[in-house]
């Protein structure tokens, strides 16, 4: 590659010139290459250790005049060839120039020029991101593509001097981390490291520091355990590799490949050695906080933050912290946890102004919104940048007023649709009585059925107003009070400032009148609610009537969703329930519908209208429980393996017991997936819900760590899961709320754990209290970090679960042994997903469904299957191997989907491995016939397909063709009747009948076809050491079978004719049956009606389209050219595929002889074979072989037999095939020592 001209000093050092004229020196870098000795070595370790910036490709170009003694470096290439044309371009067109200037100091400046001006030029085609990487970075990245023969379309990310500890030996080098793997090359004084380990074989990364390694990362796969230590920023690596492995699982997860943001700002000043996509994935990580933080909608883009105060105006102060800007909100976050949280959607914002700065107020800020708010920054550093990035984004904002201010907030939530409502005083009793409740009709989604539910279905189903007036309703109206004065004070809705006093609040319980507004508030819902005005109603409008596996199981689970509630007695609450989760599925289809979201959204009905309850769904599986509600609920696995950790952490005592029990695991999902609402009665619960909503999943840990607390004595004194389990059941069907105004709602829950004993209730708000006092501690950003370890855990245990059931799903079919298969599929899906993220296009990961059974989930294409077959196949055919692969592939994809699963491969395998000669050989034989040998003539593969795809029809026919031969003509126009229910019965028996394949199934052999087999068998046998013999053996079976077949067609009692008498006279041969190799179809109704060929020889058929092609081709001038059409055969088959009929296309009796094969190579008709004059150069029609005459012949042959019947070690194929995937340079001459992930 052309460097932009930088000086050298020492033009001699570390180099050797190999090349040079009066302008120009080409280079070698000492040490590479053949030779180097000492010096070379200490080059080489020099540098790996130091990176010396001595370039870091072996070969360079220096710019010199004569009398001065800097040089200039122009040029660096990785290879020989790379810099040798860089060298002829220069003499080729600077040398007669320069030699015109008199000034050496314009030569240089010519020459620099001139080269600024190529590298600009070829900059000028790039991808604009490849732009802003520096050339340093480029450099490692030619380097770390050449070191581990990576492909273009591997990104590098960034790279990191460090040591890797080798047994107690630390060896210097670079870690190299891309999208896909970590790297780590070491060269000291000729021992080589080479490491290539992909994220997603990744098991655990941990950064600890131990006596034997000072402060290192760990990285764990599942065969080995790697050390790196001696990092200048240890910190900064580690949040990085836990990045790209995190990206690695999600694409395990749910095929999310890794695509480039392209639209991150352009860095305000050229950053050194950080690459795009370093900063596109800190921008990511950023991101991610940012929207957790202020539980914002996932496409939340943070465009920058600077530090400032906020004026706080209920504790008259100025509170130091961050203001972060995005395109849609302005979010404040106190430095002090808890003091001050502040978010202002941009929809909101009235005016942005700049205030007069004074000394106690520098650079302030005023930010004004419609519900009459006024914000005030100060202490900001650069403030008329961010007042231009604020007004820009608020340009873009829609200008659409949002459904009404924050002061008419609840009646908004009441009715989305923005309809006037006569605002009532929250104290008035109208505010909460059915009749109130009906007295606006809500507008109806769907006419014609149930009326929507337009408000929270609590309030149309409260069964007794007397709590209202009792000391609870007292209570519940000082709670509603308490919330009024904080709005009065804090500010409502969105921009409401949220403080310790805001959690205090929550945690005493937020009144049922405003549980859905708040509930909507704290998880974020509501900014996406707002922003799709209509979204709801359309995904409402397009699932209605639809079905699908989702919509059954919601259907299966609706009256399920608390029916002991009196809302989920009846058709209102039931078909609001239907239409939220309906077009939850329909928004969503890779979750669709989990058990245990209709109960959650049964209580969001109670509180919330539909579209509420929708969009807190939305929040709740997609934002606060990530992953929870999927097909492998892999969320609240990570989470219970939190809970796991968190114990150990907090209750040591009770953490080894409850191991032993194995608890954790079963109460964990029930209570996480639910949110208690299943194990603990519906008022008490619903606090919980309350508190999830503000704090998130911090405090269902915490809940979950003080119960476990609770019980601690009764739970070590257990002898059994069951014991435990009862006890803990027992504690939480007794936590009641005594503040509740609503009825106590039986909870199914208790009948199954009540006792002998009165129970000890528990008060709900006491719990919760313990849980603060105890486990306060518990930081969410902790919980983030605990979350991505056992993330790697959890997504990596599954896909050990899917491999060992899939493994056990086709080992009883498959002659490899459990450990080969194991290894197998290790490999199979590693060619998957190099395809997912080194394929040219994304079509790959589009074939992986969560949904399908394990065995379906990795299926491989015809190339990524060439490739396996080539590595690992027994049987290699040199250049034709890839030939023999395509046939193999055509044959095992059974769908014709153009994909193959890993039970068809490992059949496909096990063919070539297992099974005695006739089994081995009988693979051999399938390959050399439709469907594998001719995909494109549809006519032959159809009449064949029945021996390939095991249809059953063929089965059945074969024997029905026995009965109609003994039972006469009568039975056969019986069974031609398309009435006949007996046949389906029998093909229905057959169907579930094994079906054990013989060697009398399979078809015969035309010559054609034969001739492609002995090609094959030619090219298997070329590279065995034993070749000779070999060759001679097959030679002389050929013959023999030739001979065979000739012989064969004279009892076939027929005369050399178009394939159309064949067919007309098909009917009155005697011998049609035996010479056919489908003869085993019969004239079945089903089989009789298809448009198919003669059944008397099928192979008359097959070979029409090659015979009328070669006819047309050899035979126009008469049949007196015959002698000389081979030439001409030979010479057109050059330009044709291995699999027409190449250059065997004249093949007869005694045409085959042991020399030709032997030392010719060239099987090609003998002139003076009577049979080739006698047929010209066409293909014998006639001719055919059957699968027992080739099995006879070849076992006279003792060197076939024990070529067959060899046995080949897999696994060393599997081990030497994963070295093949690394390709490592081949250019290095050093010790290689490779440890491979």
Same mark, same amino acid.
């Given at each position: 590659?052309?460097?932009?001209?930088?000086?050298?000093?020492?033009?001699?050092?570390?180099?050797?010139?190999?090349?040079?004229?009066?302008?120009?020196?080409?280079?070698?870098?000492?040490?590479?290459?053949?030779?180097?000795?000492?010096?070379?070595?200490?080059?080489?370790?020099?540098?790996?250790?130091?990176?010396?910036?001595?370039?870091?490709?072996?070969?360079?170009?220096?710019?010199?005049?004569?009398?001065?003694?800097?040089?200039?470096?122009?040029?660096?290439?990785?290879?020989?060839?790379?810099?040798?044309?860089?060298?002829?371009?220069?003499?080729?067109?600077?040398?007669?120039?320069?030699?015109?200037?008199?000034?050496?100091?314009?030569?240089?400046?010519?020459?620099?020029?001139?080269?600024?001006?190529?590298?600009?030029?070829?900059?000028?085609?790039?991808?604009?991101?490849?732009?802003?990487?520096?050339?340093?970075?480029?450099?490692?990245?030619?380097?770390? *593509?050449?070191? $581990?023969?990576? =492909?273009?379309? +591997?990104? %590098?990310?960034?790279?990191?001097? /460090?040591?890797? !500890?080798?047994?107690?030996?630390?060896?210097?080098?670079?870690?190299?981390?891309?999208?896909?793997?970590?790297?780590?090359?070491?060269?000291?004084?000729?021992?080589?490291?080479?490491?290539?380990?992909?994220?997603?074989?990744?098991?655990?990364?941990?950064?600890?520091?131990?006596?034997?390694?000072?402060?290192?990362?760990?990285?764990?796969?599942?065969?080995?355990?790697?050390?790196?230590?001696?990092?200048?920023?240890?910190?900064?690596?580690?949040?990085?590799?836990?990045?790209?492995?995190?990206?690695?699982?999600?694409?395990?997860?749910?095929?999310?490949?890794?695509?480039?943001?392209?639209?991150?700002?352009?860095?305000?000043?050229?950053?050194?050695?950080?690459?795009?996509?370093?900063?596109?994935?800190?921008?990511?990580?950023?991101?991610?906080?940012? *929207?957790?933080? $202020?539980?914002? =909608?996932?496409? +939340?883009? %943070?465009?920058?933050?600077?530090? /400032?105060?906020? !004026?706080?105006?209920?504790?008259?102060?100025?509170?130091?912290?961050?203001?972060?800007?995005?395109?849609?909100?302005?979010?404040?976050?106190?430095?002090?946890?808890?003091?001050?949280?502040?978010?202002?959607?941009?929809?909101?914002?009235?005016?942005?102004?700049?205030?007069?700065?004074?000394?106690?107020?520098?650079?302030?800020?005023?930010?004004?919104?419609?519900?009459?708010?006024?914000?005030?920054?100060?202490?900001?550093?650069?403030?008329?940048?961010?007042?231009?990035?604020?007004?820009?984004?608020?340009?873009?904002?829609?200008?659409?007023?949002?459904?009404?201010?924050?002061?008419?907030?609840?009646?908004?939530?009441?009715?989305?649709?923005?309809?006037?409502?006569?605002?009532?005083?929250?104290?008035?009793?109208?505010?909460?009585?059915?009749?109130?409740?009906?007295?606006?009709?809500?507008?109806?989604?769907?006419?014609?059925?149930?009326?929507?539910?337009?408000?929270?279905?609590?309030?149309?189903?409260?069964?007794?107003?007397?709590?209202?007036?009792?000391?609870?309703?007292?209570?519940?109206?000082?709670?509603?009070?308490?919330?009024?004065?904080?709005?009065?004070?804090?500010?409502?809705?969105?921009?409401?400032?949220?403080?310790?006093?805001?959690?205090?609040?929550?945690?005493?319980?937020?009144?049922?009148?405003?549980?859905?507004?708040?509930?909507?508030?704290?998880?974020?819902?509501?900014?996406?609610?707002?922003?799709?005005?209509?979204?709801?109603?359309?995904?409402?409008?397009?699932?209605?009537?639809?079905?699908?596996?989702?919509?059954?199981?919601?259907?299966?689970?609706?009256?399920?969703?608390?029916?002991?509630?009196?809302?989920?007695?009846?058709?209102?609450?039931?078909?609001?329930?239907?239409?939220?989760?309906?077009?939850?599925?329909?928004?969503?289809?890779?979750?669709?519908?989990?058990?245990?979201?209709?109960?959650?959204?049964?209580?969001?009905?109670?509180?919330?209208?539909?579209?509420?309850?929708?969009?807190?769904?939305?929040?709740?599986?997609?934002?606060?429980?990530?992953?929870?509600?999927?097909?492998?609920?892999?969320?609240?696995?990570?989470?219970?393996?939190?809970?796991?950790?968190?114990?150990?952490?907090?209750?040591?005592?009770?953490?080894?017991?409850?191991?032993?029990?194995?608890?954790?695991?079963?109460?964990?999902?029930?209570?996480?997936?639910?949110?208690?609402?299943?194990?603990?009665?519906?008022?008490?619960?619903?606090?919980?819900?309350?508190?999830?909503?503000?704090?998130?999943?911090?405090?269902?840990?915490?809940?979950?760590?003080?119960?476990?607390?609770?019980?601690?004595?009764?739970?070590?004194?257990?002898?059994?899961?069951?014991?435990?389990?009862?006890?803990?059941?027992?504690?939480?069907?007794?936590?009641?709320?005594?503040?509740?105004?609503?009825?106590?709602?039986?909870?199914?829950?208790?009948?199954?754990?009540?006792?002998?004993?009165?129970?000890?209730?528990?008060?709900?708000?006491?719990?919760?209290?313990?849980?603060?006092?105890?486990?306060?501690?518990?930081?969410?950003?902790?919980?983030?970090?605990?979350?991505?370890?056992?993330?790697?855990?959890?997504?990596?245990?599954?896909?050990?679960?899917?491999?060992?059931?899939?493994?056990?799903?086709?080992?009883?079919?498959?002659?490899?042994?459990?450990?080969?298969?194991?290894?197998?599929?290790?490999?199979?899906?590693?060619?998957?997903?190099?395809?997912?993220?080194?394929?040219?296009?994304?079509?790959?990961?589009?074939?992986?469904?969560?949904?399908?059974?394990?065995?379906?989930?990795?299926?491989?294409?015809?190339?990524?299957?060439?490739?396996?077959?080539?590595?690992?196949?027994?049987?290699?055919?040199?250049?034709?191997?890839?030939?023999?692969?395509?046939?193999?592939?055509?044959?095992?994809?059974?769908?014709?989907?153009?994909?193959?699963?890993?039970?068809?491969?490992?059949?496909?395998?096990?063919?070539?491995?297992?099974?005695?000669?006739?089994?081995?050989?009988?693979?051999?034989?399938?390959?050399?016939?439709?469907?594998?040998?001719?995909?494109?003539?549809?006519?032959?593969?159809?009449?064949?397909?029945?021996?390939?795809?095991?249809?059953?029809?063929?089965?059945?026919?074969?024997?029905?063709?026995?009965?109609?031969?003994?039972?006469?003509?009568?039975?056969?126009?019986?069974?031609?009747?398309?009435?006949?229910?007996?046949?389906?019965?029998?093909?229905?028996?057959?169907?579930?009948?094994?079906?054990?394949?013989?060697?009398?199934?399979?078809?015969?052999?035309?010559?054609?076809?034969?001739?492609?087999?002995?090609?094959?068998?030619?090219?298997?046998?070329?590279?065995?050491?034993?070749?000779?013999?070999?060759?001679?053996?097959?030679?002389?079976?050929?013959?023999?079978?030739?001979?065979?077949?000739?012989?064969?067609?004279?009892?076939?009692?027929?005369?050399?004719?178009?394939?159309?008498?064949?067919?007309?006279?098909?009917?009155?041969?005697?011998?049609?049956?035996?010479?056919?190799?489908?003869?085993?179809?019969?004239?079945?109704?089903?089989?009789?009606?298809?448009?198919?060929?003669?059944?008397?020889?099928?192979?008359?058929?097959?070979?029409?389209?090659?015979?009328?092609?070669?006819?047309?081709?050899?035979?126009?001038?008469?049949?007196?050219?015959?002698?000389?059409?081979?030439?001409?055969?030979?010479?057109?088959?050059?330009?044709?595929?291995?699999?027409?009929?190449?250059?065997?296309?004249?093949?007869?009796?005694?045409?085959?002889?042991?020399?030709?094969?032997?030392?010719?190579?060239?099987?090609?008709?003998?002139?003076?074979?009577?049979?080739?004059?006698?047929?010209?150069?066409?293909?014998?029609?006639?001719?055919?072989?059957?699968?027992?005459?080739?099995?006879?012949?070849?076992?006279?042959?003792?060197?076939?037999?024990?070529?067959?019947?060899?046995?080949?070690?897999?696994?060393?194929?599997?081990?030497?095939?994963?070295?093949?995937?690394?390709?490592?340079?081949?250019?290095?001459?050093?010790?290689?020592?490779?440890?491979?992930?």
């Amino acid at each position: 590659m052309w460097l932009g001209p930088e000086e050298v000093l020492l033009a001699g050092a570390l180099w050797v010139t190999e090349r040079a004229n009066p302008f120009f020196l080409l280079q070698r870098r000492r040490g590479h290459g053949k030779g180097g000795g000492l010096t070379g070595l200490l080059v080489g370790t020099l540098d790996v250790v130091l990176d010396s910036s001595a370039r870091v490709a072996p070969y360079r170009i220096l710019h010199q005049t004569q009398d001065s003694q800097v040089y200039w470096a122009v040029a660096c290439g990785s290879s020989r060839k790379e810099i040798t044309k860089h060298w002829e371009w220069l003499e080729n067109n600077l040398l007669q120039t320069l030699s015109i200037f008199d000034n050496e100091e314009d030569i240089t400046t010519f020459v620099k020029g001139k080269i600024h001006g190529i590298i600009a030029e070829e900059n000028k085609n790039e991808q604009p991101q490849s732009e802003e990487d520096p050339g340093k970075f480029k450099e490692a990245e030619l380097k770390m *593509r050449k070191q $581990f023969g990576m =492909p273009e379309v +591997e990104k %590098l990310v960034n790279y990191y001097s /460090c040591s890797y !500890w080798k047994g107690r030996v630390p060896r210097q080098g670079w870690l190299y981390l891309t999208v896909n793997h970590l790297c780590f090359y070491s060269f000291l004084l000729g021992k080589e490291v080479t490491l290539v380990i992909q994220w997603v074989d990744v098991t655990q990364l941990e950064k600890n520091a131990t006596l034997l390694f000072p402060e290192c990362i760990k990285v764990s796969t599942r065969d080995s355990e790697l050390y790196f230590s001696m990092f200048l920023n240890i910190n900064e690596t580690f949040k990085l590799m836990e990045q790209l492995a995190n990206i690695a699982m999600r694409q395990l997860l749910d095929n999310e490949t890794f695509l480039q943001d392209k639209s991150l700002p352009k860095p305000r000043k050229p950053l050194k050695n950080i690459s795009a996509l370093k900063r596109d994935l800190d921008a990511r990580a950023k991101n991610e906080c940012y *929207r957790a933080t $202020f539980r914002l =909608p996932k496409d +939340e883009c %943070l465009d920058g933050h600077t530090d /400032c105060t906020l !004026w706080t105006p209920f504790n008259k102060m100025h509170i130091p912290g961050q203001m972060f800007v995005s395109n849609n909100y302005i979010c404040f976050a106190s430095k002090a946890e808890e003091a001050c949280h502040l978010i202002i959607p941009l929809r909101e914002v009235t005016i942005v102004e700049k205030a007069d700065s004074s000394s106690v107020l520098p650079s302030p800020l005023s930010i004004s919104t419609k519900s009459k708010m006024t914000f005030f920054f100060a202490n900001l550093k650069d403030r008329d940048f961010l007042v231009q990035r604020i007004s820009d984004f608020l340009q873009r904002t829609p200008s659409k007023k949002p459904c009404g201010s924050d002061r008419e907030w609840k009646w908004n939530l009441a009715d989305p649709g923005c309809e006037e409502v006569p605002e009532l005083p929250s104290s008035s009793p109208l505010a909460v009585s059915p009749t109130s409740a009906f007295s606006h009709q809500p507008v109806n989604f769907c006419a014609g059925e149930v009326p929507t539910a337009s408000q929270g279905l609590l309030k149309l189903f409260r069964r007794n107003s007397e709590e209202l007036l009792g000391p609870k309703g007292a209570k519940e109206k000082m709670k509603e009070e308490s919330w009024n004065i904080h709005f009065f004070e804090y500010g409502r809705g969105m921009c409401m400032y949220r403080t310790a006093k805001t959690r205090e609040l929550v945690q005493k319980g937020i009144p049922e009148n405003l549980r859905g507004e708040l509930w909507l508030l704290f998880s974020g819902a509501w900014n996406e609610m707002v922003t799709h005005p209509g979204y709801y109603a359309d995904l409402v409008e397009k699932s209605m009537g639809k079905y699908n596996l989702a919509t059954e199981e919601i259907e299966r689970d609706l009256h399920r969703s608390m029916p002991e509630h009196p809302a989920f007695q009846n058709e209102l609450g039931i078909a609001a329930l239907r239409r939220v989760l309906t077009a939850y599925a329909f928004r969503n289809p890779t979750i669709g519908y989990c058990q245990a979201m209709n109960i959650v959204t049964s209580v969001l009905l109670l509180y919330c209208n539909e579209e509420e309850a929708f969009w807190l769904l939305v929040a709740l599986c997609e934002r606060m429980l990530p992953d929870y509600y999927n097909t492998r609920v892999v969320g609240a696995l990570v989470d219970q393996g939190i809970f796991e950790e968190l114990t150990r952490e907090y209750l040591p005592q009770l953490s080894e017991k409850m191991q032993d029990l194995g608890v954790i695991s079963t109460i964990s999902l029930s209570w996480f997936l639910t949110l208690f609402l299943s194990v603990m009665p519906f008022e008490s619960a619903v606090v919980i819900v309350d508190c999830f909503f503000y704090e998130g999943i911090k405090f269902i840990l915490q809940v979950s760590l003080a119960i476990l607390d609770a019980n601690m004595e009764k739970l070590l004194q257990c002898s059994d899961e069951g014991e435990a389990m009862t006890i803990l059941g027992r504690y939480l069907d007794n936590v009641v709320n005594r503040q509740s105004v609503s009825p106590p709602i039986p909870h199914l829950h208790a009948l199954l754990t009540s006792g002998d004993d009165p129970p000890l209730e528990i008060d709900i708000f006491e719990l919760i209290k313990t849980s603060y006092e105890k486990f306060s501690n518990l930081k969410a950003d902790d919980i983030e970090q605990m979350r991505f370890k056992q993330r790697l855990k959890v997504i990596q245990s599954l896909e050990d679960t899917a491999k060992k059931s899939v493994v056990r799903a086709v080992s009883s079919d498959i002659g490899f042994s459990i450990e080969e298969l194991e290894e197998l599929y290790v490999v199979f899906k590693a060619k998957y997903l190099m395809s997912c993220y080194w394929g040219n296009n994304r079509a790959a990961a589009a074939r992986r469904d969560q949904s399908l059974p394990y065995l379906e989930q990795y299926r491989i294409d015809v190339e990524q299957f060439k490739e396996l077959f080539i590595s690992l196949t027994p049987w290699s055919c040199g250049a034709h191997t890839p030939v023999l692969a395509g046939r193999l592939f055509r044959l095992l994809d059974e769908n014709r989907d153009s994909l193959i699963n890993f039970k068809e491969f490992v059949t496909g395998m096990s063919g070539m491995y297992h099974g005695d000669l006739t089994e081995k050989l009988k693979v051999l034989y399938k390959l050399h016939l439709p469907p594998a040998l001719n995909p494109e003539e549809a006519e032959s593969a159809l009449e064949a397909t029945s021996y390939f795809t095991e249809d059953v029809t063929t089965e059945e026919t074969q024997e029905d063709k026995g009965r109609r031969n003994e039972n006469g003509p009568e039975k056969e126009e019986k069974g031609t009747s398309p009435q006949d229910y007996r046949y389906y019965l029998r093909m229905w028996a057959k169907e579930k009948e094994s079906k054990k394949e013989t060697i009398k199934d399979l078809p015969k052999m035309s010559q054609e076809q034969f001739i492609e087999l002995c090609k094959t068998l030619y090219n298997m046998f070329s590279e065995d050491p034993v070749e000779q013999e070999l060759y001679h053996a097959i030679a002389t079976v050929a013959s023999l079978l030739l001979r065979i077949g000739e012989v064969g067609k004279k009892f076939s009692n027929r005369p050399t004719r178009k394939s159309e008498d064949c067919k007309a006279n098909s009917t009155q041969d005697p011998v049609s049956e035996e010479e056919s190799p489908t003869s085993e179809q019969s004239q079945n109704s089903a089989v009789e009606q298809q448009p198919q060929a003669d059944h008397e020889d099928k192979t008359c058929g097959d070979a029409q389209p090659e015979k009328t092609q070669q006819e047309n081709q050899t035979l126009g001038d008469g049949p007196g050219e015959g002698q000389g059409s081979p030439l001409q055969l030979l010479s057109d088959d050059e330009t044709k595929d291995d699999m027409s009929m190449s250059s065997y296309s004249m093949v007869s009796t005694g045409s085959l002889q042991c020399e030709d094969i032997a030392d010719d190579t060239v099987l090609v008709g003998c002139e003076g074979s009577s049979s080739a004059a006698r047929y010209g150069s066409t293909i014998d029609t006639d001719w055919s072989i059957s699968f027992e005459q080739i099995l006879a012949s070849m076992l006279t042959e003792t060197a076939l037999v024990n070529y067959f019947e060899k046995k080949v070690n897999i696994l060393q194929k599997i081990k030497d095939q994963k070295k093949v995937e690394r390709q490592f340079s081949s250019s290095s001459d050093y010790e290689l020592s490779s440890v491979s992930g």
